[in-house]
Nanobody, 123 residues
């Protein structure tokens, strides 16, 4: 089994920054591609960013537009999402996810999920 725990969410003003972390334990962390998703009230969970096992390839949703950076430190079993220039529409619960296969943008491809961390951006 794989356990994922997110942290780093909170309340921030528009234009501010947050850094989310996702610590992974259980089965070999390095074997997984990983991703960040988010879900706003009344909306579907949507893809934010994903990263390959080595961290060499990343892919971002169109709305990221250079504001967010996904990264991982395999030595620390941790994935990060640096979010800059936050907007009120970024308000959501952010989830990290892991899968044993290749990088994917589809939430149904991910086998393991964290409990989520709330990000609230005020205008």
């Amino acid at each position: 089994q794989v356990q994922l725990v997110e942290s780093g969410g909170g309340l921030v003003q528009a234009g501010g920054s947050l850094r989310l972390s996702c610590v992974v334990s259980g089965r070999t962390f390095i074997s997984n591609a990983m991703g960040w998703f988010r879900q706003a009230p009344g909306k579907e969970r949507e893809f934010v960013a994903a990263i390959t096992r080595s961290g060499g390839i990343t892919y971002n949703a169109h709305f990221v537009k250079g504001r967010f950076t996904i990264s991982r430190d395999n030595a620390k079993n941790t994935m990060y999402l640096q979010m800059n220039n936050l907007r009120p529409e970024d308000t959501a619960v952010y989830y990290c996810a892991a899968r044993s296969g290749l990088l994917s943008v589809a939430k149904d491809d991910y086998n393991y999920w964290g409990q989520g961390t709330q990000v609230t951006v005020s205008s």
